[in-house]
T-cell receptor
Framework: AQSVSQHNHHVILSEAASLELGCNYSYGGTVNLFWYVQYPGQHLQLLLKYFSGDPLVKGIKGFEAEFIKSKFSFNLRKPSVQWSDTAEYFCAVNGYQGGKLIFGQGTELSVKP | DTGVSQNPRHKITKRGQNVTFRCDPI?????LYWYRQTLGQGPEFLTYFQNEAQLEKSRLLSDRFSAERPKGSFSTLEIQRTEQGDSAMYLCASSLGRGQNTEAFFGQGTRLTVV
């Protein structure tokens, strides 16, 4: 079955701490991978995406993610978080030809100033 | 604003009533998706269109739910005989067609409360 699992439901960090959010997926075939972010009261926005090529992808606001095919993982990282990174983060996958996204359950990140 | 637009933003309805939501995608996008999101969960796929054709419908979607995209532009999602379990955020997204152009852009959603 197609699924996405995010390891942490709620992460609390202090400003300047490093962040890593785990994401594992189960999906047959070639995949596209995404991280979306939802700031309080706002719509889902794309943080970064992987389609092919370099498995280390860089997104907006200093975020990056690494696709490790052998581990079916696409973990999100940021070396130093800011209070403004407080949001909910969703990992998602779809097939190479696009189509519906399968989302993880989300990780709520709270950054203390 | 040229993003995905959803109306209304909020809807409160009594159990048993019918409701209809509208989504206006980004104009050049030929794919349009509906998702449902409940508290503490990620969005769940409901259905999607390529142009006016409904290509896939989730098994989660009961026969009380129907979606249309009559001219391949805006879409409507109707829920008949609403139940309390239908209370959720209904999200619309749009994207370009195939291959690597699969980044989906989301609207702000319609929050449905069934009382």
């Amino acid at each position: 079955a197609q699924s996405v699992s995010q390891h942490n439901h709620h992460v609390i960090l202090s400003e300047a701490a490093s962040l890593e959010l785990g994401c594992n997926y189960s999906y047959g075939g070639t995949v596209n991978l995404f991280w979306y972010v939802q700031y309080p009261g706002q719509h889902l926005q794309l943080l970064l995406k992987y389609f092919s090529g370099d498995p280390l992808v860089k997104g907006i606001k200093g975020f990056e993610a690494e696709f490790i095919k052998s581990k079916f993982s696409f973990n999100l990282r940021k070396p130093s978080v800011q209070w403004s990174d407080t949001a909910e983060y969703f990992c998602a996958v779809n097939g190479y030809q696009g189509g519906k996204l399968i989302f993880g359950q989300g990780t709520e990140l709270s950054v203390k100033p | 604003d040229t993003g995905v637009s959803q109306n209304p933003r909020h809807k409160i309805t009594k159990r048993g009533q019918n409701v209809t939501f509208r989504c206006d995608p980004i104009s050049e996008h030929n794919r349009l998706y509906w998702y449902r999101q409940t508290l503490g969960q990620g969005p769940e796929f409901l259905t999607y269109f390529q142009n006016e054709a409904q290509l896939e419908k989730s098994r989660l979607l009961s026969d009380r739910f129907s979606a249309e995209r009559p001219k391949g532009s805006f879409s409507t999602l109707e829920i008949q005989r609403t139940e309390q379990g239908d209370s959720a955020m209904y999200l619309c997204a749009s994207s370009l067609g195939r291959g690597q152009n699969t980044e989906a852009f989301f609207g702000q959603g319609t929050r449905l409360t069934v009382v």
